[in-house]
């Protein structure tokens, strides 16, 4: 049964979740599983998606290291029509990417694609085109509604980079990112408001200034205004689900990144803002460099669900707050806000 987690849209909405925090579990477990070369009826990976039923339909694997980084989900059931159907629709397929895992067998290569992230460069990598191939050939035959993406973490800016990609091209899949990273300085972690309001403030004087800089010294006589704008029409009509923790300094950004975008407005500066959420310091650099780069935490919309559990502790020396196992379970402390771009 695909339905059994509450009723009305609050039930859905929880138990959307948990399905896609869950299938992502299962990549890592499938990893663990490779890495301690459990067979059989050893493995413990399946019991993540069959209580779902689901099945595992491609494992995905790294060429550098042969790690299994993702895999494709298909739903066993029969779909109800959703034309006919007033109940909630599961998806056909479902594809899912794990984050980082400082494991001796993973960690390398891992963290070399966390770098990535910093510098603007994931797309460059070839985990990223295995994943944006996987994506693009499920999708030339199959309708995007009965496809997720979802991810966590480095998983988690794939899917972003991947579906983000797709969006431009008017194609919109329903995306789940657990704990993305937003590759900036993490201003929300600082504990005044006036100091956080300050640095992003400076933040954003200085990006549009240096965006309206380079502009004007680039000759771009042969470049439409859509060519030239990161949030094309396109890209304004996707709306990600992100889930993120005030308390995780990988991912808190995002709730700082969409809060400012309003605050500038209500204080009449919405127009620089609106320059400057659009673009990085470090992409306008490299493009005024010729170098191609996209900062893909950059994005006009998305539907933040914030975990306010104070999650500070760690556990193994990794932060409970950057950890996927808190997206499956039920909590009471949770804060959604849609923020759309206008």
């Known amino acids: 049964m695909w339905w059994f987690s509450g009723s009305g849209k609050e039930g859905n909405t929880e138990h959307r979740r948990s399905v896609a925090a869950s299938l992502v579990q299962g990549v890592y477990v499938a990893e663990f599983d490779r890495q301690q070369k459990r067979e059989g009826y050893d493995v413990l990976a399946p019991i ?5 039923h689901f099945k595992c339909i491609q494992a995905l694997e790294d060429k550098t290291d042969s790690s ?3 895999a494709i989900f298909e739903y066993k059931h029969a779909i109800p029509n959703r034309l ?3 109940q909630d629709i599961p998806p056909r397929y479902v594809i899912a990417l794990r984050g980082t895992i400082i494991k001796p067998k993973t960690g390398l290569q891992d963290c070399y694609l966390d770098a990535k992230i910093i510098l603007h460069e994931l797309k460059c990598s070839s985990r990223y085109e295995i994943a944006l191939h996987v994506v693009e050939d499920l999708l030339s035959v199959t309708d995007p509604k009965d496809v997720w993406l979802t991810g966590h973490s480095l998983g988690a800016a794939m899917t972003l980079q991947a579906e983000k990609d797709m969006a431009k091209r008017g194609c919109y899949v329903e995306t789940y990112l657990f704990n993305p990273p937003y590759a900036s300085a993490p201003i929300e972690m600082l504990h005044s408001r006036k100091l956080k309001n300050g640095a992003r403030i400076t933040h954003s004087v200085v990006t549009a ?12 006589t042969n470049t439409t205004h859509e060519e030239c704008d990161p949030f094309s029409t396109t890209l304004r009509s996707w709306i990600p689900y992100l889930f993120v923790n005030p308390h995780d300094t990988i991912c808190c950004e995002y709730i700082g990144y969409f809060e400012h975008r309003e605050k500038m407005e209500r204080w009449g500066a919405g127009g620089i803002e609106k320059i400057a959420t659009k673009n990085s310091v470090v992409n306008l650099l490299k493009n005024a460099l010729g170098k191609d780069g996209d900062a893909l935490h950059l994005i006009p919309s998305g539907f933040v669900t914030m975990n306010m559990k104070n999650m500070i502790v760690k556990e193994k020396g990794l932060s409970l707050a950057h950890g996927l196992c808190q997206w499956w379970e039920q909590y009471s402390c949770w804060q959604s806000k849609l923020y759309q771009y206008n």
């Open 48 to 52: 993540w998606w069959e209580f779902f």
């Open 84 to 86: 006919n159907s007033t």
């Open 68 to 70: 299994i980084f993702g």
């Open 209 to 220: 200034g240096l965006s309206y800089a380079l502009k004007r010294t680039k000759n771009n």
